[in-house]
């Protein structure tokens, strides 16, 4: 599934996200530590996380995820907003809590285990 | 082929934000214009609707239509408060162009105001008609960066003619916990690779060793140097700092064990994974440590994928 798709179904408010948008999304990985992600994260899963300061987008853009979804109507930081830019990562905001959010991409099909 | 014409355009949607397609000499009215005098300014500036104004900020939205209703009720003697819609809904100059069309098509409207994001400040407004022009110009700028492209160095060992050749790349890192420039060399290294053609998981698991060593680096020293050894079959990397050395080498390489403070693991760091996610990128791993004096950690990645299992090799000089 698109992530544009992900982003009207799920009415994701898009902070940052251009062609990036149109990436696949494969699956989704939830934590608040980055090296748990970048030890554990598949490239082009969905990434949803509290964290909002701008290391977050290093560790999507080392990944290669398809995106970051922030949880809690949670606001990044300038500088977050700035590199999400410049790395083309996407960058989306929901106002759900984080286990409801992920209940409902598992719905529409978004998987945390390898196949 | 006609669906991939439309991923070229969706792209292209993708790729432009409200404040590149709208106009931004808006044309705007204010709560206590007569209704009398809209007739002129829509006719005038030939549109078919205005944002209502006050102070800068944005309070309502009135349009040929509503101009319509009043004088079907015979018009009676009323300013745009009377009539305007409040419940405005508007866009951000900096949301993505995809997501205002989406707005234009669900609500059914013509146009929308645009403000700025934080206060309701009024920048601009944006038509279906813009949308339309926008991309034509992105396509057409799209077109012309396509023909003057630079040709990327990813031939510059087959260039060079010598027994070995190497390219070094050196990379301050601050210590002392700032992370606001926190990746900074793992994001220029691997941007540097990428340019010259190296393999992407290549690619990927140097800039994972880079970042982490950078924020160990960063949350654990006063700082010190990544230097980046880049030949044609493998890339070495070279991490040191002058204290305060690792005690315990053994466990800080175990997957889990961590000495960061509780602000660090705030942040999302200290996931005492960092060494270990060092390693499993590496194909050799060198750690030496001397409590007091510093620590050197070397890396060596082959190109072309993984090949050996990592025997680290770590000392500790009391």
């Not at chain 1, 990944?63 to 960058?91: C, H, Q, S, Y």
């Not at chain 2, 508007?90 to 993505?96: I, L, R, S």
């Not at chain 2, 396509?139 to 031939?155: G, M």
């Not at chain 2, 880049?230 to 002058?242: A, C, F, K, N, P």
């Amino acid at each position: 599934m698109k992530l544009s798709e992900i982003m009207q179904r799920l009415q994701l408010e898009v902070i940052v996200g251009g062609g990036s948008l149109l990436r696949e999304v494969n699956g989704g990985y939830a934590s608040d530590l980055l090296s748990d992600v970048i030890a554990n994260a598949r490239e082009r899963d969905l990434w949803v996380t509290l964290q909002t300061h701008q290391n977050i987008i290093a560790v999507a853009s080392m990944k290669e995820l398809a995106g970051i979804v922030l949880v809690n109507a949670r606001e990044p930081e300038v500088e977050t907003l700035e590199k999400a830019r410049e790395e083309d990562v996407p960058l989306l905001v929901s106002p759900l809590p984080a286990f409801e959010l992920i209940g409902r991409l598992y719905k529409l099909g978004v998987s945390g285990m390898r196949t | 082929m006609p669906e991939l014409e439309i991923t070229k355009i969706q792209e292209l949607v993708y790729e432009l934000w409200v404040d590149d397609v709208m106009h931004k000499d808006v044309v705007t009215v204010t709560p206590s214009t007569p209704l009398n005098n809209l007739r002129e300014i829509l006719r005038d500036n030939r549109i078919s609707g205005t944002p209502v104004v006050e102070n800068g900020r944005l309070v309502g939205i009135i349009s040929m239509e509503d101009f319509i209703k009043w004088l079907c009720e015979g018009s009676p003697g009323c300013a745009v408060a009377d009539r305007m819609s409040r419940n405005v809904i508007a866009v951000c100059a900096d949301e993505p162009l995809i997501q205002a069309i989406n707005k234009l098509e669900r609500l059914g409207f013509g146009r929308l105001p645009v403000i700025k994001r934080g206060t309701k400040e009024v920048v601009g407004i944006l038509t279906k008609g813009d949308s339309i022009a926008g991309l034509l110009k992105k396509l057409d700028i799209d077109y012309r960066q396509a023909e003057t492209r630079h040709p990327r160095s990813s031939h510059i060992f087959e260039d060079i003619v010598a027994d070995r050749s190497s390219l070094i790349f050196e990379y301050d890192v601050a210590g002392g916990g700032d992370v606001k420039r926190g990746g900074a060399s793992a994001s220029g290294l691997k941007t540097s690779l990428m340019r010259l053609g190296i393999d992407p998981q290549t690619v990927r698991r140097a800039a994972i060793a880079t970042y982490e060593a950078e924020m160990n680096l960063t949350f654990f020293t006063n700082g010190g140097l990544i230097t980046a050894i880049i030949e044609s079959d493998l890339i070495r990397l070279e991490v040191t700092d002058d204290g305060p050395g690792i005690e315990n080498v053994d466990q800080a390489m175990r997957p889990g064990f961590s000495t960061a403070p509780d602000w660090v693991r705030e942040l999302g760091f200290g996931a005492g994974m960092g060494l270990y996610n060092i390693k499993t990128c590496a194909d050799r791993m060198r750690l030496d440590s001397t409590v007091g004096v510093g620590t050197r950690l070397e890396v060596e990645i082959l190109m072309g994928g993984k090949r050996e299992v990592v025997r680290d090799h770590a000392t500790v000089t009391a």
